[in-house]
């Protein structure tokens, strides 16, 4: 009964607000249903509606997926300072965190879904159901580790909200071994995307050792820029109070997290354009372009000049404190890792594919009406879920 | 005692017509059409042994890219239906390869094993032998030039024909 | 005050605006799918292949022929030939024969049911080299000359290499494809989901995917099937060459092996020392593909003209 008039009341909380609310939640829903179209398409079609082929096999479905994975595993970075050096300062804001990590772990089995071919068949790849390709297959893990982090991330906030809800105090002894264990499988949930294209000696672009550690340096970058940029939002258009400290102190750990990011990107170039292999390739198709093809030029030099730019700023805000100057870094920040992460890692590792051959990808609209959709989607559950957290967290909301 | 010796006589000319001689069942040579047996037009005809250019019959066959070679190099003259090897032993036309072999010994041990040559029927069981000739004419034996099949079609040129909108770039 | 009537106004319009998006999501979703009525139940719960009884089997393969005839019009027959006992098959080819004149490329794509143009699907890729080392990098694969050989170039085929240690098996998140025992490394199109791993992970291009409902004209069709094999595909998974597992378990060549003109081509059991494989990989200097890869391939190249 409880629990009935908690979502009862959430929903409620949902459907009221400002004309602001209203006017942004039906832009998102024009812009869903305009991908839900696009992907009604291309299920009647087939992949080909993209611009993926044999040749470039995974494309901007995968980008996204892998630069959103690292955006939920960076909520970790909000649960170890609260839990762990007791930052006042960071804890209220935890739940609004693991909502984000939520939010998109969602958006990253969305892009999975729209990216395989047959989703109707999703059901053999649920345990019992159908069947695992356990221990072997890196995909039968990230299957079975972002749909735990899922439900680590479904129980601990609503947990947590629901109890705020009914105005008593959580239970920590219960919940803290899920607030713990969620810290390392925040860690493998990007270590074992990583290892998804780290071992595959077909493509040695990603056959690199420093991968996972890369993932990791640049998820730690761009998930806390999100969470900035989100929470300033959020404290603009809410009673929550989020200190000035807290953000910048986020910016302080994207500073180191830019700087091991930066470092693991020389040491790669450094060993592919020393060694000078047949495995160079991939890395000069990227930075300088291969026997005439550059589409990808432009936009990986952005992106290092986007990090590159972004780690000064981050660096000077040790000095100077200044709120949009951090804004313009979190902004470059995202833009730049998403860029090096997803279009400048998945599609380079596929050109020239395994036998020599140059197919220059770019997405196909359909691609990016759907991304776009599924961003959409994402917005869209975090507002709703934030509204609910932000009027339990002032108290609005709680159980007459 | 008579009847065992028959027996034994039978068998030694059965052993003659054995697998030992007719090892490779192959199809049937390609002949030009009407052209065997030979006997038919040249029995009966003078062989005439110098080695010259055809001008009366046979003129359009010419012996290209095989060596400073004429007919009754293969072609034996006292019986016009078999062909010779060096050491004046006649063979059939099914058994050509002997004869090719005779040169190209490295092939010929090859093709016995059917690492040469074109391969159809099954890999399990019985193997079926095309003779040398059936692709490499003995007159003219290198391979012509032939077509290629189109090249396949290139990713970006793989598309939807029914809507417009899915055109790549 | 107009809050009240604005906040209806503007929830009216959100109802409005979820309804009409909604009819307009389903539609085209509905298309793709069907109508509630038309959707195949039998085929959505299908297990995977390695898991269905015999009798399973029985039942799965009369729906498919009956399905295949209402879409071709043609009797399709769907073979489930097992792997033949003491039979580890392996491939040669002859890289000093080869033309490259790609009679084994379309000969396959006739005999497997592959797609046809426009979202065309080759099983084998025939590359073209300058005379001198195998650089990737520098082939040629779209070449296009009036007649081959051309002098200069030398041509090697490549298509699945069927690796004893295969990375696309390896990989696949749900076992939808795997070696069998005579060696071939084979998909079941009913299990896969399309997420094009395996496709990332070999590094021979063996894999190919089903971008589009494929395009095979109903009177083309080659009847003779098999279920793991050529049996007419659908659109979004992924298939590959199988050694012709319709006519290799039935003792007979795959193919490419009988439409190589120059004998190129070899193909047979390991395990038989007087097989011509066995011969030349004894007796002739073979190597294989990116053999750094470890993935111990059975297609061996040699050069022996």
């Known amino acids: 009964m409880k629990l009935f008039n908690f979502v009862f009341d959430a929903t409620k909380e949902v459907l009221k607000g400002t004309p602001l609310y209203y006017c942004w939640m039906a832009f998102l829903l024009v812009v869903m249903i305009f991908a ?29 997926f892998t630069f959103m994975v690292g955006v939920a595993a960076a909520a ?75 439900v680590l991330n479904m129980l601990i906030p609503f947990y947590l909200l629901y109890k705020g809800y009914l105005g008593k105090e959580p239970n920590k002894k219960w919940i803290m071994p899920f607030i713990i264990l969620s810290i390392p499988w925040a860690i493998s949930i990007h270590t074992v995307t990583a290892f998804l294209y780290n071992p595959l000696p077909a493509r040695p672009f990603w ?32 009673n929550i109070k989020i200190q000035n400290a807290a953000l910048f102190k986020l910016a302080e750990m994207m500073a180191y997290a830019m700087f091991f990011n930066l470092f693991l990107l020389v040491a790669e170039l450094f060993k592919e354009y020393y060694s000078a292999t047949v495995h160079l390739a991939p890395m000069q198709y990227l930075m300088q372009g291969l026997h005439g093809y550059n589409a990808l030029v432009p936009w990986i030099w952005t992106a290092i000049t986007l990090n590159v730019s972004a780690f000064v700023i981050f660096i000077l805000l040790r000095n100077i404190r200044n709120l949009k100057l951090l804004n313009i870094g979190c902004v ?26 140059i197919y220059e990808y770019l997405p196909s609209s359909t691609e990016v009406m759907v991304s776009l959709g599924i961003v959409a989607l994402g917005a869209f559950i975090y507002t709703t879920l934030a509204k609910v957290a932000i009027a339990i967290d002032t108290g609005r909301l709680r159980r007459q | 005692m008579k009847k065992g010796l028959g027996t034994l006589i039978l068998l030694f000319l059965l052993a003659g017509n054995s697998p030992a001689a007719k090892e ?21 005809m003078d062989r005439n042994r110098n080695k010259r250019q055809l001008t009366d019959m046979h003129q359009e066959i010419k012996i290209i890219r095989h060596g400073e070679r004429w007919c009754y190099d293969c072609h034996d003259a006292r019986n016009m239906d078999r062909l010779r090897l060096t050491g004046g032993k006649q063979i059939r036309f099914e058994e050509s390869y002997n004869l090719c072999g005779q040169c190209h010994g490295n092939i010929l041990k090859d093709w016995k094993k059917g690492i040469h040559g074109k391969r159809t029927g099954n890999w399990q069981g019985e193997k079926q032998y095309l003779l040398c000739v059936h692709c490499h004419d003995p007159h003219n ?29 | 005050m107009k809050e009240e009537s604005d906040i209806d106004l503007s929830r009216r319009k959100l109802v409005k605006t979820l309804l009409a998006g909604g009819a307009a999501t389903l539609l085209p979703l509905s298309q793709a799918y069907g109508a509630a009525g038309t959707i195949d139940w039998a085929a959505f719960f299908q297990k995977r292949f390695q898991e269905l009884t015999p009798q399973e089997v029985g039942r799965l393969i009369k729906r498919l022929e009956e399905k295949y005839k209402i879409k071709y019009g043609r009797d399709i027959k769907v073979k489930t030939t097992p792997s033949l006992d003491n039979v580890e098959f392996a491939y040669a080819l002859n890289l000093s024969k080869c033309i490259g004149c790609r009679r084994c490329v379309y000969s396959c794509a006739q005999e497997n049911n592959l797609s046809r143009k ?19 990098e520098k082939a040629e694969h779209y070449y296009d000359p009036r007649e081959v050989p051309e002098p200069g170039y030398f041509y090697v085929p490549v298509q699945c290499q069927h690796c004893r240690k295969a990375p696309c098996v390896k990989v696949c998140p749900i076992k939808a494809t795997w070696t069998e025992r005579d060696g071939t490394v084979v998909v079941d199109y009913d299990w896969c989901i399309g997420c094009r791993y395996c496709m990332a992970a070999c590094p021979y291009k063996g894999r190919n995917f089903n971008w589009a409902e494929p395009r095979l004209p109903p009177e083309e069709i080659n009847t003779n099937t098999h279920y793991l094999g050529n049996r007419p595909r659908m659109k979004n998974v992924v298939e590959k060459c199988t050694f012709c597992v319709h006519r290799s378990r039935e003792g007979r060549y795959p ?11 070899k193909f047979g059991n390991l395990l038989d020392i007087n097989s011509e494989v066995r011969q030349i990989i004894e007796t002739k200097r073979v190597f294989r593909l990116k053999e750094d890869l470890n993935t111990d391939s059975r297609f061996f190249y040699f050069f022996h003209s």
Request: charged share 15%; with cysteine; hydrophobic share 45%.
């Open chain 2, 141 to 169: 034996p290198p391979f012509k030039p032939i077509k290629p099949e189109p090249a396949p079609v290139k990713p970006e040129n793989t598309l939807l024909k029914s809507r417009p909108r899915a055109k790549s770039k």
């Open chain 3, 118 to 136: 426009p979202h065309q699907i080759h099983y084998i890729r025939v590359l073209r080299f300058q005379s001198g080392p195998i650089d990737f």
């Open chain 1, 36 to 64: 839900a179209n696009s992907y009604g398409y291309q299920l009647e079609h087939g992949l080909l509606v993209t611009n993926m082929r044999d040749q470039v096999s995974w494309g901007l479905y995968i980008a996204n």
């Open chain 1, 76 to 150: 970790v970075l909000l649960v170890i300072p609260a839990y762990i050096y007791d930052f006042k300062a960071i804890k209220e804001i935890v739940i609004l965190g693991e909502l984000m990590a939520f939010t998109a772990i969602i958006m990253c089995l969305a892009f999975i879904t729209v990216d395989l071919g047959r989703p109707d068949r999703f059901w053999h790849i649920l345990p019992g159901l159908g069947i695992l390709n356990l221990p072997f297959s890196m995909l039968s893990w990230d299957f079975i580790v972002l749909n735990g982090y899922l």
């Open chain 1, 332 to 357: 470059m920040i995202i833009i730049g890792v998403w860029i090096e992460k997803g279009m400048g890692l998945i599609v380079p590792g596929f050109i020239p594919d395994t036998l020599g051959e």
């Open chain 3, 255 to 265: 193919t490419c092996v009988e439409a190589c003109p120059v004998g190129a081509r």
């Open chain 1, 207 to 238: 056959n690199t050792a420093i991968l996972a550690p890369r993932f990791l340096a640049s998820a730690f970058c761009s998930g806390p820029a999100i969470i900035v940029l989100v929470f300033q939002i959020i404290r603009r258009f809410s």
């Open chain 2, 24 to 44: 490779f069942s192959v199809p049937y040579p390609p002949f030009s059409p009407g052209i065997f047996p030979c006997m038919a037009c040249h029995e009966g």
